[in-house]
């Protein structure tokens, strides 16, 4: 019975997802070298489970963007372009990501979350390495706290653009529904 509760319905996703997802887990480093001073690392891929029929994807790179991919095929991309908060956010969370590498296993296959586990998949010069995660912020050691502190951070900063976007008019086509 403890098996039963423990394990999670695995949310339906569309086609369009699956492929910009993956695009953002095997964008190339060549992209981002200029920004790579000290690091290995140019990107986090971060997975979430946001609702019971919703996954959304963080994709957030070196050079400071950040983009939101929604299961149901929707985004919110563009929004470093626009606010300096989130590129600041952004290179700040993936700078951060180099010090936890040493701990985590490099992996080939890029599964999606289910149930209160966020998948961290962070890019590296050498390989994709998985950071397994509890939702709660109150949860893990104190460097997965800071991590998720950081990736929190991030997801706020994109927040506030996507709502300074609606009042400006700015249609990011990315308003998701919960229900």
């Not at 919703?54 to 606010?83: E, K, P, W």
């Amino acid at each position: 019975m403890a098996d039963n509760q423990n394990s999670a319905r695995r949310v339906p996703v569309s086609k369009q997802y699956l492929t910009t997802r993956f695009q953002a887990l095997h964008l190339s480093p060549s992209n981002f070298t200029q920004f790579m001073k000290t690091s290995t690392v140019y990107g986090v891929v971060v997975d979430m489970p946001m609702a019971p029929t919703v996954i959304t994807t963080l994709a957030c790179y070196i050079n400071g963007a950040a983009n939101l991919y929604f299961s149901n095929g929707r985004d919110y991309s563009g929004a470093a372009q626009r606010y300096p908060g989130v590129v600041q956010a952004a290179r700040v969370f993936v700078a951060n990501a180099s010090n936890y590498i040493d701990k985590l296993e490099h992996v080939n296959n890029f599964e999606l979350p289910a149930g209160r586990i966020h998948y961290a998949y962070i890019l590296t010069t050498g390989g994709v390495y998985r950071m397994e995660l509890d939702s709660s912020t109150a949860t893990g050691t104190p460097e997965e706290r800071v991590f998720k502190n950081l990736y929190h951070r991030l997801m706020n900063e994109l927040r506030g653009a996507q709502l300074k976007d609606q009042a400006a008019g700015i249609d990011p086509a990315a308003a998701i529904k919960m229900n």
